[in-house]
């Protein structure tokens, strides 16, 4: 099983960041896939998801407008497209696969697999 999240970094607030999972197409081809974060003293949160077909996503109402999930199947990788970054995004994000319970995927419990993170920093 192999979900590899990067792209994250320091970035001011207002900025842009483009986060990629790459996952394997035997495992999450055709399973709902979505992004997590984690800020520190915080509990991990459901940031933005989307079914493998690619046709339905969801958004945290904190992101919405703001951030745009989107897959690849062909090239097997997951974005999150980060805009008007605020210092309150400042996470570790994390991509999970293959969503086990209803969509759409707001808690962590609810995604079997998940990747190592990448630490978005959002300076002020």
């Known amino acids: 099983v192999q979900l590899q999240a990067s792209g994250g970094g320091l970035v001011q607030a207002g900025g842009s960041l483009r986060l990629s999972c790459a996952y394997s197409w035997r495992t999450f081809g055709r399973k709902h896939m979505a992004w997590f974060r984690q800020a520190p003293g915080k509990e991990r949160e459901s940031v933005a998801a989307?079914?493998?077909?690619?046709?339905?996503?969801y958004y945290a109402d904190s992101v919405k407008g703001r951030f745009t999930i989107s897959r690849d199947n062909a090239e097997t990788m997951m974005y999150l497209q980060m805009g008007s970054l605020k210092p309150e995004d400042t996470a570790v994000y994390y991509c999970?696969?293959?969503?086990?319970?209803?969509?759409?995927?707001?808690?962590?419990?609810?995604?079997?697999?998940w990747g190592k993170g990448t630490q978005v920093t959002v300076s002020s």
């Open positions: 989307i079914k493998w077909t690619g046709d339905s996503t």
């Open positions: 999970a696969g293959d969503l086990q319970g209803p969509w759409p995927p707001t808690q962590p419990a609810g995604m079997e697999y």
